[in-house]
């Protein structure tokens, strides 16, 4: 069975840090690329950030210089590192592994930035 499992969200004040975990199993984790996703109420959902299987990184303009993802294949790993944070940013952040035409999602995790 694959499994994406989110962690690390919670509420920050704005400008504050937190740092996301994917934990992925039931897939060979370094041929995939991994992305994070956000979604806010009555918006659609919106690609974050990106890391290929091997290390390409993009990112939206919207966190670009603020977000880092990153990627740990002997853990099976996925992170986003998030510094500088607005009330903007709140979101419930999915993790997803795509490869070809085939993707899998996680559960999400909410990032709340109040203050």
């Known amino acids: 069975q694959v499994q994406l499992v989110e962690s690390g969200g919670g509420l920050v004040q704005p400008g504050g840090s937190l740092r996301l975990s994917c934990a992925a199993s039931?897939?060979?984790?370094?041929?995939?690329?991994m992305e994070w996703y956000r979604q806010a109420p009555e918006k659609q959902r919106e690609l974050v950030a990106s890391?290929?299987?091997?290390?390409?990184?993009n990112y939206a303009d919207s966190v670009k210089g603020r977000f880092t993802i990153s990627r740990d294949n002997a853990k099976n790993a996925m992170y986003l590192q998030m510094n500088s944070l607005k009330p903007e940013d709140t979101a419930v952040y999915y993790c997803?592994?795509?490869?070809?035409?085939?993707?899998?999602w996680g559960q999400g995790t909410q990032v709340t930035v109040s203050s």
């Open positions: 997803n592994a795509q490869r070809r035409f085939v993707g899998y």
């Open positions: 890391i290929a299987s091997g290390g390409t990184t």
């Open positions: 039931g897939i060979t984790f370094n041929l995939y690329d």
